[in-house]
């Protein structure tokens, strides 16, 4: 009996994460694709103008260190997802906000995902023939 390709039975599900459409999402998760960037990225889209202060980050994402958030924060902002700006204040205020990049990239994450969850439904309600390979 001949085999049928898991590939050649989603077609576009299989597919949908080699196209040239996902290139800029995958490379967004190259960058963002660990724990704590994730959350940031999230917490700052969530927040008025996409920007907060240090602390309020600090508090809104349980279990971050501060040296952890530290990292992460230097890392998105290397990266060019975010940018940093001190207020010259005593004490000093420091505020981080998503860049056009950031929040594009955001975005554009989400769109793909609400289009990908539908073909993957629509995939999902088809009955799989008992001879592709699971």
Request: glycine share 6%; aromatic share 6%.
């Amino acid at each position: 009996m001949k085999q049928i390709s898991k590939d050649a039975v989603l077609g576009p599900v299989a597919l949908t994460c080699r196209s040239e459409e996902t290139e800029p999402l995958r490379e967004f998760l190259a960058r963002v694709g660990d724990k704590w960037s994730i959350l940031l990225v999230v917490t700052l889209s969530r927040k008025p103008n996409h920007r907060a202060r240090f602390s309020e980050l600090q508090k809104s994402i349980d279990g971050i260190s501060q040296r952890m958030l530290t990292t992460t924060l230097r890392q998105l902002e290397r990266d060019g997802l975010l940018s940093r700006e001190v207020f010259p204040e005593v004490p000093p205020r420091v505020e981080y906000e998503l860049t056009r990049l950031g929040s594009a990239s955001w975005s554009q994450c989400g769109t793909w995902s609400i289009g990908s969850a539908a073909v993957g439904a629509r995939a999902s309600k088809q009955e799989l023939p008992s001879t592709v390979e699971r």
